[in-house]
């Protein structure tokens, strides 16, 4: 099959939105990561990691982040071999002749996890059909996976997921079938080089080299992790000399309708560039050069400098599109940052990676989906007053690029959205350097590992992001000594720690705050990490309100058209029915006086407007001067802006729980 990504321009997407009530697919006790999957620090020669990843299964989701996982099960990600053929039994990764390139394996890189920490034997089903058909079928000379197929690409995604697998499993084919697939790899990559995708995504195979390295220490692994950089794309070179630092046009990417895609389009291309932020990490661990340490930052910077947008992403539908909040950002973009963010933590300790992580998770990751998760987007809009088939405002992508279905514009996102909560639930803790435990990010669970020769296990209580205040409960099996590390956001003031009721040392926002003790069986942490609100400010100097790690948007109201129906899943269009063009009476100055909290019960479906957990009530004013055309919210007048209109007070809510939303405003003119 051809793999010109470009066709997604011309492409007809279909269905997602359950109409039927599914079945619970999960069961409640949860089943811990296997001996087999230790966690282990990286082999000499080498970089140490700051942290370590532990096993899947070792972290049990609780509380609302349960909930969201278990809303993913009972959506697609649970059922869309059922309804899309992508990922059905003809696939070619089941030995059938239907898709046989990323399809099948992105499907697999986020059900595994999904699977095995709900504990779920309907979902582990089918996930074994996958592992058990490439694995039983993968061919003496180390190539395995569809014969019609042999790109490079498709692999390197089947080898996250084979990781996963045997973390969760320790099925004992898979380390041998990854040994020959590597040698196999060493001996055909100089006559038979990376290209296309691969070439611009070489770093997701070098961390499957590593991991398996890491295993069993062949050096051979390690000239094949260099021979993957060497044919990949220097992406620390782009970032030391960015040039793309504005919209980008077909014209100016070179493409046309029947052309592939060039190397300024994947240059520019946001999957790309979402992976491609583990790339100087990864390359730290194999050269130690402190250049490739410190590159990732200065690369996020670029990123976030000329694209961001206020939803914790930078903006690519499907290029670069610059900061303009009514442009949009592809949903396996948002996953591929996440991923890789979590990988680059885990190398280099760096607590402000993790306040980012958060913020997508907590915003642009749930803020693409509908209420059930049986509809997503394939690019989400901060500014996003209507939801239809329109041309504008993409850069390269169809009109069906904001529409909520089964697979709008390109099924690639369709197929990987499910990795999202699942990874970043199993990055939520880590295995520090120094024989501890460090929190990464919070949200409620459970944590199984062993510390030494000690078992120990931490329960995680908390309605964080919604709520400041974290208990942590330290059961180990006996007495242990180990450091505790525990991320301070960059954005609190004023947190505290205590241990077992004793106020710890005030701790440095955008760090690791560290507890060294002898832990004992019933010690309680409790942390507060203080949220107020507070302003952001982005194009046009658009003030966007944030709480925490949480992004604040005004909900418009909605009318929601059906499309078409595909079976559970259906396609949607959604249109305003009230008021969107606000300007805000407030700012840095008065924030704090001019800003009303409303809490509300943190219980199911968190994200959505009818269970919102906070609210936020502001004074804003219509701006008539700022309208929308084609569907899309023209560029926000650059504030403060004159207005006639009256002040009153209009509700905010968390971003993704609203799907018609304007997340940026202008600011009102005082005294308008």
């Not at 973390?167 to 790899?185: C, K, L, N, Q």
């Not at 060493?186 to 590593?210: A, C, I, K």
């Not at 062993?450 to 120990?456: A, R």
């Not at 180990?482 to 004793?502: C, M, S, Y």
Request: proline share 9%; hydrophobic share 40%.
């Amino acid at each position: 099959m051809s793999l010109d990504r470009r066709k997604f321009i011309q492409r007809v997407g279909a269905a997602s939105l359950a109409s039927v009530a599914v079945p619970r697919l999960f069961a409640d006790s949860h089943s811990p990561a296997p001996s087999s999957s230790a966690v282990l620090p990286s082999r000499t020669p080498l970089a140490r990691r700051a942290f370590n990843p532990l096993p899947l299964g070792s972290i049990e989701p609780l509380g609302w982040l349960r909930d969201q996982l278990e809303i993913q099960a009972n959506g697609l990600g649970g059922h869309l071999d059922e309804v899309w053929a992508d990922v059905g039994p003809n696939s070619g990764w089941l030995g059938g002749t239907g898709e046989s390139w990323e399809r099948g394996p992105y499907f697999l890189d986020g059900l595994t996890p999904l699977a095995w920490q709900l504990n779920s034997p309907y979902l582990k089903h089918k996930a074994q059909r996958f592992f058990d058909w490439t694995l039983d079928n993968a061919q003496p000379s180390g190539f395995f996976g569809p014969h019609s197929n042999n790109d490079w690409w498709p692999r390197i995604v089947m080898l996250k997921a084979l990781t996963q697998y045997y973390e969760a499993t320790g099925d004992s084919r898979v380390i041998p079938v990854m040994e020959r697939y590597f040698a196999y790899s060493l001996r055909e990559l100089p006559n038979r080089p990376l290209r296309d995708w691969g070439r611009y995504r070489w770093q997701d195979e070098v961390l499957s080299v590593l991991w398996l390295y890491d295993r069993n220490g062949d050096p051979s692994l390690l000239r094949l992790a260099q021979l993957l950089r060497q044919q990949g794309y220097d992406w620390r070179a782009q970032f030391e000399h960015f040039i793309y630092t504005f919209r980008c046009t077909p014209q100016y990417l070179g493409l046309t309708p029947t052309s592939g895609l060039p190397d300024r389009a994947m240059q520019t291309h946001g999957v790309n560039n979402a992976m491609a932020i583990k790339a100087s990490p990864l390359t730290y661990l194999l050269t130690s050069d402190p250049q490739d340490q410190q590159a990732v930052f200065r690369q996020i910077g670029d990123l976030y400098r000329y694209h961001g947008i206020p939803n914790g992403m930078f903006s690519a539908d499907e290029h670069f599109a610059g900061r303009n909040p009514s442009q949009g950002i592809e949903l396996c973009a948002v996953v591929e940052t996440m991923f890789s963010l979590e990988h680059s933590i885990a190398v280099l300790g760096s607590a402000p990676l993790g306040d980012r992580l958060e913020q997508i998770a907590y915003n642009a990751l749930p803020g693409a989906f509908t209420d059930d998760m049986w509809a997503h987007q394939y690019n989400q809009e901060p500014n996003q007053v209507e939801v239809s088939l329109h041309r504008e405002p993409w850069t390269t992508d169809g009109p069906e690029s904001n529409i909520y279905g089964l697979a709008p514009n390109f099924g690639c996102c369709t197929a990987n959205f499910h990795q999202g909560w699942p990874k970043f639930t199993a990055s939520l803790w880590m295995q520090s350097s120094d024989h501890g435990l460090a929190a990464i990010a919070y949200a409620p669970c459970r944590v199984r590992t062993t510390l030494g020769s000690t078992h120990v296990s931490v329960t995680e209580e908390t309605n964080y992001p919604f709520r400041d205040q974290i208990t942590l409960r330290v059961e180990p099996a006996s007495p242990v000594a180990f450091p505790l590390h525990l991320r301070i956001p960059a954005w609190t003031k004023d947190a505290q720690l205590r241990v077992n009721g004793e106020l710890q040392p005030a701790p440095t926002p955008g760090t690791f705050a560290r507890i060294q003790r002898t832990w004992k069986p019933g010690d309680v942490v409790r942390i507060v990490l203080p949220m107020q609100p507070r302003i952001s400010r982005g194009f046009h100097q658009a003030l966007t309100i944030e709480h925490g790690p949480v992004i604040f948007s005004h909900p418009i109201g909605q009318a929601w058209l059906k499309l078409r129906d595909r079976g559970k899943a259906s396609d949607w269009q959604v249109y305003p029915t009230s008021a969107w063009n606000y300007a805000l009476a407030t700012n840095e100055d008065n924030l704090a006086s001019t800003v009303r909290a409303e809490e509300a019960p943190v219980t199911t479906g968190v994200f959505t407007a009818a269970n919102a957990p906070l609210r936020l009530h502001v004074p804003a004013a219509q701006a008539p001067a700022w309208f929308a055309q084609d569907g899309v919210a023209q560029p926000l007048p650059e504030g403060p802006v004159q207005t006639q209109s009256p002040v009153e007070e209009v509700a905010l809510i968390p971003y993704a729980a609203a799907k018609l939303r304007i997340t940026a405003f202008p600011e009102r003119k005082s005294g308008a």
